[in-house]
T-cell receptor, first 114, second 115 residues
Framework: SQQGEEDPQALSIQEGENATMNCSYKTSINNLQWYRQNSGRGLVHLILIRSNEREKHSGRLRVTLDTSKKSSSLLITASRAADTASYFCATDENSGAGSYQLTFGKGTKLSVIP | KAGVTQTPRYLIKTRGQQVTLSCSPISGHRSVSWYQQTPGQGLQFLFEYFSETQRNKGNFPGRFSGRQFSNSRSEMNVSTLELGDSALYLC??????????????FGEGSRLTVL
């Protein structure tokens, strides 16, 4: 099942601009994570925000979480060509009997033009 | 510290064959999860193993199976391959189970092509 849904599906910006990606999810969560994937490679963890947090920063990344709207956003400031990748949000979905699985959205494909 | 290692990186099989993929987690990590990634369905959770026990399972047919060894290394097997099984298979490890406790560390994946 797809818990998170990213928006937009694709985003193209000029180097130096900011990039904002959004994620919506359906059920209550304990935390929400963002991952990055370069074409055909493995995913790399970027940042985790817990349900009792509203905003978190890591370098040029800023993540917000609105649990009332079941949504999150990832902002990348002063983008670089090297930021070109797909970005996924992931939530801990309760799969029953006290077990949880990390469920990913379909991702936003970011292209940063030099 | 070595990362998550997946082998083989690329493989080509024909319909009806079976395939085994291997994953070596980061040293000290006891949880291993497997995901299938396709352009149409995105990242789909297959299963998670912790201390040699399957702790969680996604919605995949019984042709998909896995196991974990005492050294935390994991294998997944797909029998009677179908064209739709062509995908990037990603393995991820964490210390105790990333979904509730933190991040997953992913390998580079095994790209399976079924002809």
């Amino acid at each position: 099942s797809q818990q998170g849904e990213e928006d937009p599906q694709a985003l193209s910006i000029q180097e130096g601009e900011n990039a904002t990606m959004n994620c919506s999810y359906k059920t209550s969560i304990n935390n929400l994570q963002w991952y990055r994937q370069n074409s055909g490679r493995g995913l790399v963890h970027l940042i985790l925000i817990r349900s009792n947090e509203r905003e978190k920063h890591s370098g040029r990344l800023r993540v917000t979480l609105d649990t009332s709207k079941k949504s999150s956003s990832l902002l990348i400031t002063a983008s670089r060509a090297a930021d070109t990748a797909s970005y996924f949000c992931a939530t801990d979905e309760n799969s029953g009997a006290g077990s949880y699985q990390l469920t990913f959205g379909k991702g936003t494909k970011l292209s940063v033009i030099p | 510290k070595a990362g998550v290692t997946q082998t083989p990186r690329y493989l080509i099989k024909t319909r009806g064959q079976q395939v085994t993929l291997s994953c070596s987690p980061i040293s000290g990590h006891r949880s291993v999860s497997w995901y299938q990634q396709t352009p149409g369905q995105g990242l789909q959770f297959l299963f998670e193993y912790f201390s040699e026990t399957q702790r969680n399972k996604g919605n995949f047919p019984g042709r998909f199976s896995g196991r974990q060894f005492s050294n935390s290394r994991s294998e997944m097997n797909v029998s009677t391959l179908e064209l739709g099984d062509s995908a990037l298979y990603l393995c991820a490890s964490s210390k105790s189970g990333g979904a509730r406790t933190g991040e997953l560390f992913f390998g580079e994946g095994s790209r399976l092509t079924v002809l």
